[in-house]
C-alpha cells in the first residue's frame, strides 16, 4: 500500500517538476503562470487591460492576414456555386415578374397600410435619445464557441466605439458591443446566452426580455405574463426600457415551426455580415 | 570547391526540412488556436465538433514530449482565450493540466497499448474540461452551452484512435526519412 502511494507521488513529481531534454520550462512552472495571469486579469489590474488590449488586437490582426488564404478557398468555392445559383435563379424571377406584374396595383393600398400601422404602433423617434453616433464597420472574424457567439469588427476606440454601443446588419439589430481595443471591437451577437434584450411585441402592450440560446431560429422571450401565448408572423420590437435603445427597432420574428410550435428567429443574418453599422442606441438610419 | 558548396547547400535544406517537419505539430497547435472557427471542415462539423488541439497535446505529450514544449502549449492556450474571449489563462491552464495527466499517464505506463492509451484520455479530458468549467463559472460572468461542451468532448475521445493512426503513421514517416 505504501509502495504504491510512493510511486503514485513519484510518478506525480516527476509529470510536474521534471524537464525532458527539449523543454524549456518545467510544468509546474507554467501551471503557475497561468494561475497568476487568471488572478492578475479577474481583478483587472490597469496594467492587464492594456496589456490585453494590445494583446487582442495583435492576435486578432494576424489572425485575420493569415486566414486570408483559408477565405479566398472559401470565396472561390462560393462564386463557383452562385454561378449554378444564378442560373436556376434567373428561371424562377423569370417566373416571379409575371406574378408581380400582376400584383402590381396592391402596392399601393400595401403602402397606405403600412404608414397607418406605423402610426399605430407610435414608434416615432423618441428624443430623449441622443442620436449622433453612427459608424460603418467591416466583420473581421465570426467566432462561435462553445462560450460565446461573437463577431470582431475591424474599428474600435480610434473611431469612437464604446461599450454597450448597438449593432445593425441591414436595417435590423444584430448585437452589442461587449468589448473595444484601440484597433478592433467585439459584438456580442443576440444570439448568445448572455444576451438580454428588452422587447415588445407587434399588436400588444407585452413585454419581454428577449433572450439568445445559441440558435438564430430559437431565441426565448422570458418574463411573459401568465398565460400568454405568442401567436406565429408577428414582430418583436426594441421595447426602450433599457433607457439606452430607441424603441421600435425591429429584432427578431415568431414563426412557426415544421412540428407546429411557435419559434422566434433573429431578423438579421449573423452569418451573411459583412458590413455592419454600429450606433449608440438609435435606429439604423 | 563548387561540389562542397553545393553539398554544403543540399545539407542546409535538408535540414530546414527535417527541422520543418519536426516542427508541424508545433506550427498545428498555433494555427489550430488561431483558425479552428474559421475553417468548418477541421473541428467544426456541425455536431460532431471536437478539440483537435486536446487530441495533438495528449497525443504527443504521451508519444514524444521532445517534440511539443510545455511553452508552446502555454502559448497556444493564451492565444486561444484571446480569440475566443474568455479569461487569460484558462485554456492554457487546461492543456497544462491535460499535459500534467498525461505526462502522469507516460510515466505509469509500462508497455503501451493504443486501447490503455485511448481510455487513460478521459480522465485528462475530464481533468481538462473541468477546470476549464470552474475557471470560467468563478472568473467570469460569460454562461456557456453545457451540451455543445460535452458533445465537443465526447467526439474528442471518440475521434483520438483516427487522429493517433495518422499522428503516428506522420512520424513512422519522419523517422524513417
Redesign the interface.
Known amino acids: 500500500m505504501a509502495n504504491q502511494r510512493d ?1 503514485f507521488i513519484i ?2 513529481r ?3 517538476l521534471k524537464k ?8 509546474f512552472f ?2 503557475l ?6 488572478t492578475l ?2 481583478f483587472s489590474f490597469p496594467f492587464m487591460s492594456s496589456t ?1 488590449s494590445v ?2 488586437d495583435l ?2 490582426h ?2 485575420v492576414i ?2 486570408q488564404p ?2 479566398l478557398k472559401t470565396y472561390l468555392f462560393k462564386k463557383t456555386k452562385k454561378h449554378y445559383k444564378t442560373i436556376d435563379e434567373n428561371k424562377f424571377l423569370r417566373k416571379e415578374i409575371e406574378f408581380l406584374k400582376r400584383e402590381k396595383f396592391n402596392n399601393a393600398y400595401l403602402t397606405s397600410e403600412n404608414e397607418i400601422l406605423k402610426e399605430a404602433l407610435d414608434f416615432s423617434t423618441n428624443k430623449n435619445f441622443e442620436q449622433n453616433f453612427s459608424i460603418t464597420v467591416k466583420v473581421i ?8 457567439k ?1 463577431l470582431l469588427v475591424n474599428k474600435g476606440t480610434n473611431k469612437g466605439i464604446e461599450k454597450g454601443m448597438t449593432v445593425f446588419s441591414k436595417d435590423y439589430l444584430m448585437g452589442t458591443i461587449i ?1 473595444t481595443n484601440y484597433l478592433t471591437s ?1 459584438v456580442l451577437l443576440l444570439t448568445d ?2 444576451s438580454k434584450l428588452p422587447v415588445i411585441i407587434e399588436g400588444s402592450n407585452v413585454n419581454a426580455i428577449l433572450e439568445g440560446t ?1 440558435k438564430k431560429k430559437n431565441l426565448r422571450l422570458n418574463y411573459l405574463p401568465e398565460n400568454y401565448e405568442i401567436e406565429p408572423n408577428k414582430i418583436i420590437f426594441t421595447s426602450g426600457k433599457d433607457g439606452f435603445l430607441t424603441p421600435g427597432i425591429p429584432v427578431a420574428k415568431t414563426y412557426l415551426s415544421k412540428k407546429d410550435k411557435v419559434l422566434i428567429k433573429l431578423l438579421a443574418d449573423p452569418d451573411q455580415a459583412l458590413i455592419v453599422n454600429v450606433t449608440n442606441g438609435q435606429i439604423n438610419q | 570547391m563548387a561540389k562542397l558548396t553545393s553539398k554544403l547547400k543540399m545539407l542546409n535544406i535538408k535540414q530546414a526540412k527535417i527541422k520543418l517537419f519536426t516542427s508541424l505539430p508545433v506550427i498545428s497547435l498555433y494555427f489550430f488556436s ?2 479552428h ?3 468548418p471542415e477541421v473541428g ?1 462539423i456541425g455536431i460532431f465538433s471536437f478539440n483537435f488541439q486536446m487530441i495533438l497535446i495528449y497525443f504527443y505529450v504521451l508519444k514524444f ?2 517534440d511539443l ?3 508552446n ?2 502559448l497556444a ?3 486561444n482565450d ?9 485554456t ?2 487546461s492543456y ?2 491535460l ?2 495527466v498525461t ?2 499517464v ?3 505506463t509500462i508497455r503501451p497499448v493504443l486501447t490503455s492509451e485511448w481510455f487513460a484520455f478521459i480522465p485528462a479530458l475530464f481533468f481538462s474540461n473541468l477546470v476549464y468549467l470552474v ?2 463559472n468563478n ?1 467570469s ?5 453545457y451540451l ?2 460535452i458533445q ?1 468532448t465526447f467526439f474528442t475521445f471518440l475521434f483520438f484512435p483516427i487522429f493517433h493512426f495518422i499522428f503516428s503513421q506522420y512520424q513512422k514517416l519522419i523517422k524513417n526519412n
Not at chain 1, 20 to 27: D, H, N, R, Y
Not at chain 2, 82 to 90: K, M, Q
Open positions: 510511486d510518478a506525480i516527476y509529470a510536474l525532458s531534454a527539449k523543454q524549456k520550462f518545467s510544468l507554467l501551471i503562470l497561468s494561475i497568476s495571469i487568471i486579469d479577474k490585453r494583446l487582442n492576435v486578432y494576424v489572425s493569415s486566414s483559408a477565405k472574424l465570426d467566432l462561435e464557441s462553445v462560450f460565446v461573437s468589448e467585439r446566452l448572455n445559441g | 488561431f483558425y472557427f474559421q475553417i467544426k514530449p521532445e514544449g510545455f511553452g502549449i502555454f492556450g493564451i492565444i484571446t480569440v475566443i474571449g474568455i479569461p487569460l489563462g484558462t492554457s491552464l497544462l493540466l499535459s500534467v505526462s502522469y507516460r510515466n505509469a475557471i470560467i472568473f460572468n460569460i454562461s456557456f452551452y455543445e461542451l465537443n
